[in-house]
């Protein structure tokens, strides 16, 4: 595992014991798991009929539900490739989904687009609350009806959504294998679980995130704390770039099916 911040809490997300009262250091505040962004999700046997190919809302909130893109062609009963994909400030699933959408179908993988309750990601603007909830509901929905690959489970996301996929993959490392991070503004961490694979790229030009104090400090700490990391700078404003974009789910899908993962049990 990659080094743990100095000052994190010994317990990490995923941890048989997290939830467990334990006597705290003198100077180590006692945390609730999912203030610090832990995912109660867990991997399981699909209990449901497979959901068609095309676009599927899935009926779990009112308003800003978590889209669904189910690709053509694909083999339910086989362990499947998952991208959770996050949308940037002020975005939504439908304007985020073009971004992986063809390739969602070209390589036969499963797209699933949360939507923030409010107009950016909980932890963009005071901490982790209802949308690391919501993400969490959304992930048991996909899981109740496709076998989804715990070798292959990314978090991506663009600005905002970059930010997100970041310090939320990165403290629950034992569910994402995968971090495709996007023109990310910010990494907040608190507790560090995992060693999941990072491809993160920005452009040279980009004016409202600046690499330097952005892209190029990450990349010098993800480094530094050993995580197998992939960086990438390109020439372009703040936007994602279509050939980058393919070489992160070449990243993403490299040497798929050359081992059978660890499946659920029951």
Not at 110 to 124: E, G, I, R
Not at 139 to 154: H, M, T, Y
Not at 156 to 171: C, F, I, K
Not at 174 to 194: D, K, N, P, Y
Request: net charge negative; hydrophobic share 45%; glycine share 10%.
């Amino acid at each position: 595992m990659p080094a743990r911040a100095a000052g994190a809490p010994s317990l990490a997300c995923g941890d048989a014991d997290v939830t467990t009262a334990v006597a705290p250091e003198p100077d180590e505040a006692v945390l609730d798991p999912g203030l610090v962004g832990c995912l109660a999700f867990a991997h399981r046997l699909p209990t449901r009929e497979p959901l068609p190919p095309g676009r599927h809302a899935l009926g779990l909130f009112a308003e800003r539900d978590a889209v669904l893109h189910v690709p053509p062609g694909l083999d339910a009963r086989r362990p499947t490739p998952l991208v959770v994909l996050f949308h940037g400030g002020g975005g939504s699933a439908e304007k985020i989904l073009p971004m992986l959408a063809g390739h969602a179908d070209a390589q036969r993988f499963l797209l699933l687009a949360p939507q923030s309750l409010f107009p950016t990601w909980d932890l963009v603007i005071a901490g982790h609350g209802p949308d690391r909830e919501r993400l969490d509901a959304a992930l048991a929905a996909v899981a109740s009806r496709f076998l989804i690959d715990p070798a292959r489970l990314a978090f991506a996301g663009h600005s905002d959504g970059g930010s997100y996929a970041l310090s939320l993959g990165l403290t629950n490392g034992h569910l994402a294998s995968h971090l495709i991070v996007s023109s990310a503004g910010f990494l907040a961490v608190q507790r560090q679980t995992g060693a999941p694979r990072i491809f993160l790229s920005h452009g040279t030009r980009d004016a409202q995130i600046p690499i330097d104090r952005s892209a190029r400090t990450h990349a010098r700490l993800l480094d530094q704390a050993g995580y197998d990391l992939t960086y990438v700078e390109y020439d372009g404003p703040h936007a994602y770039d279509p050939a980058v974009v393919a070489r992160a789910v070449a990243f993403f899908l490299a040497d798929h099916g050359a081992a059978e993962p660890a499946l659920p049990q029951g």
